[in-house]
C-alpha cells in the first residue's frame, strides 16, 4: 500500500520536526464524520442471538456495573443467564431500546475521549486533493511506507450513500463499534482515496503552535518518509528549503520530485529534481 499526506507549505514543519498533526474526531468538516445511524429496533431474537458469545458477555459484564452488582463474576453471569434467559433478555431490551441513549452526533465526542486519526491518501497525483489540501498545487505532498505505522493499522475508507450501522447490541461500551464504522464517508469523498491511521492519545505528543493554541502530534522516524512531491506551483523558496532540509543524513534515502503539467491532458506527472 502507498500511503501519501498532502500538505501545504507546512510541509516543511512535518520534515524538519518528524511529525504528524492528530486530528480530534470533531474537528473534520464533513458532519457526517464519526457520525453512523443508530440501529435501535433491538428484538428478543437479538439478544438470545448474542447469548452464545461468551466473549461478548465477557466484555458486557466488565464495563456494566448494573450487570456486576447482580453477579459477583463473569462465570455466574453466564450461568444465570443460562437458566433464567427470558430475564436477561428482558434486562437487555430495556437497557438496549431507548432511542435517546445512542444520539449518533456523540459519537465523535466519545470518540474523541479515546482516539486520533492522521488521514492518509493512496493517491499523490489527484488535481483536486491538490487544491484543496496542499496550498492549490504550492505545496506538497509526502509519501510514507505504510509498513511503518503497520498494515493492519492503516484502514482503507469505503465511501457509500448510506451511513453506516451502529447497533449497541453488538457493542455495549459503544467505543469499539464505532471504531469499525469510521471508515465509511459519503461517496462525495471518493476521490481522496483516503486511508485512516488511528491513533491513541497516549502515545502522542502536545505541543503549542500560534501563540497559545494546543496541537496533538505522533512523532516518527525520518525512515518512514520514501518520497517528497512539491506541487507544479511550488514556490522557488520552498523548493530551496525543501532541498536543503533533506539533504541533511537522516533524509539521504529519499526521493525528491515535483509535479509537472501534462501538455496535453488534465494530469499531473512527477519528475524527479
Not at 169 to 183: A, M, N, W, Y
Amino acid at each position: 500500500m502507498e500511503i501519501f499526506k498532502y500538505a501545504g507549505t507546512h510541509g516543511i514543519k512535518i520534515l524538519e520536526s518528524c511529525q504528524l498533526k492528530v486530528c480530534d474526531p470533531r474537528s473534520f468538516n464533513d458532519p457526517f464524520e464519526f457520525c453512523p445511524q443508530a440501529a435501535r429496533a433491538i428484538t428478543a431474537a437479538d439478544v438470545e442471538a448474542k447469548f452464545g458469545d461468551v466473549g461478548f458477555l465477557t466484555n458486557v459484564y466488565e464495563k456494566n456495573r448494573e450487570i456486576r452488582d447482580k453477579c459477583p463474576s463473569v462465570a455466574e453471569f453466564l450461568n444465570s443467564i443460562e437458566k433464567d434467559k427470558t430475564r436477561w433478555v428482558e434486562f437487555f431490551l430495556k437497557k438496549f431500546s431507548d432511542a435517546d441513549k445512542f444520539p449518533p452526533d456523540k459519537f465523535a465526542e466519545i470518540a474523541a475521549r479515546y482516539v486520533g486519526v492522521i488521514c492518509f491518501s493512496q493517491t499523490c497525483d489527484d488535481i483536486l486533493m491538490w487544491s484543496h489540501y496542499a496550498n492549490y498545487h504550492c505545496g506538497m505532498v509526502i509519501e510514507f511506507d505504510a509498513n511503518y505505522f503497520g498494515i493492519e493499522n492503516l484502514d482503507p475508507v469505503e465511501y457509500g450513500t448510506e451511513r453506516p450501522i451502529y447497533n449497541p447490541v453488538f457493542d455495549i461500551h459503544g467505543f469499539e463499534h464505532l471504531v469499525r464504522v469510521t471508515r465509511r464517508k459519503s461517496d462525495h469523498w471518493a476521490y481522496e482515496k483516503e486511508v485512516r491511521l488511528l491513533v491513541d492519545w497516549d502515545t502522542t505528543k502536545e505541543i503549542t503552535v500560534k501563540g497559545d493554541e494546543k496541537m496533538r502530534t505522533l512523532p516518527f522516524s525520518p525512515t518512514a518518509i520514501r518520497r517528497v512531491v512539491l506541487g507544479c506551483m511550488t514556490q522557488e523558496p520552498l523548493v530551496h528549503e525543501t532541498k536543503n532540509v533533506l539533504g541533511v543524513k537522516n533524509f539521504n534515502h529519499v526521493r525528491l520530485q515535483r509535479m509537472l503539467r501534462d501538455l496535453r491532458s488534465y494530469k499531473l506527472h512527477p519528475v524527479d529534481l
